[in-house]
């Protein structure tokens, strides 16, 4: 991925910048991200790779202050959307640092929690009235921050007290930008609507996409291996969110 062309805009503003990212995904990037044997973890970690990319250039933008900081997770209330390939990202992550008993864990959480907002309108008011952290929130930060969904690593606030009260109500007013991430959050939808089983939805509220993603990740692990070779959790290592 190169980024050359981004950075030389980055004086002009952002919306040059990101929209210079979103032309240069390729009929090519697809096309070798899909032949390969284990294309999902490709393409994941050029999703993420793409996302530090981008990550600097805001990090150099002095134009655009962010008010994001670790331990604020006001935004971890909101109702989040997944593509599925982010979903089976998620999973393999936390089936890797929290084994199979914090995968099944979380499995019978987030079915739970996906039948519990399942009718929530798309708005997402409903569904912040009910005060609902999000499962994978621990001690304030994001258990799956390398893999976090494209909606939350796109979630730039440009203010805290925005934030704060939109916490407490769905107001439609907290300013942020979500350009940073047009280059991978392109690449997932292409790569996601490629890989998609017909007649499977390919996004969604991400409870209901997880508890599915975990579902076949233990079965995967069960089939493959007898329960006392299952690895144990790794130390769980946490970034800042
Ligand atoms: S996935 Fe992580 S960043 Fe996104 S809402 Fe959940 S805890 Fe917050």
Known sequence: MDFTHAFRLIDKNNKAVFEAQAKHVTRRDEALLLAGA??????LALVYEAEDGVGTIAAMNKKTPIACSPGCHFCCFL???????EAQG??????????????????????ARAAMVKDCPR?????????????????GQCS?????PMACVGYHSLSRADCEAGHHKAVDSIPYIGEYVVYPTTLITRVTA?????????????NAFLAEALRDQIALALAQEPLHSIDQPATQTREEA
């Not at 284990?38 to 393409?43: C, Q, S």
């Not at 109702?79 to 390939?85: G, K, Q, R, Y």
């Not at 998620?90 to 079915?111: D, E, P, S, V």
């Not at 708005?123 to 001690?139: F, S």
């Open 79 to 85: 109702m989040v959307a997944v593509s599925e390939l």
């Open 38 to 43: 284990d294309a999902m973890t490709r393409v």
């Open 194 to 206: 490629a890989r998609a089983a017909p007649g499977r939805p390919k996004a969604g509220e991400m």
């Open 144 to 148: 799956v921050y390398p893999v976090r």
């Open 123 to 139: 708005d997402g008011e409903a569904y912040l009235e009910q005060e609902l952290p999000c499962l994978l929130l621990r001690e």
């Open 90 to 111: 998620i999973a393999q992550y936390i089936f890797q640092t929290m084994g199979l008993g914090g995968a099944m864990l979380l499995l019978a959480a987030t079915q």
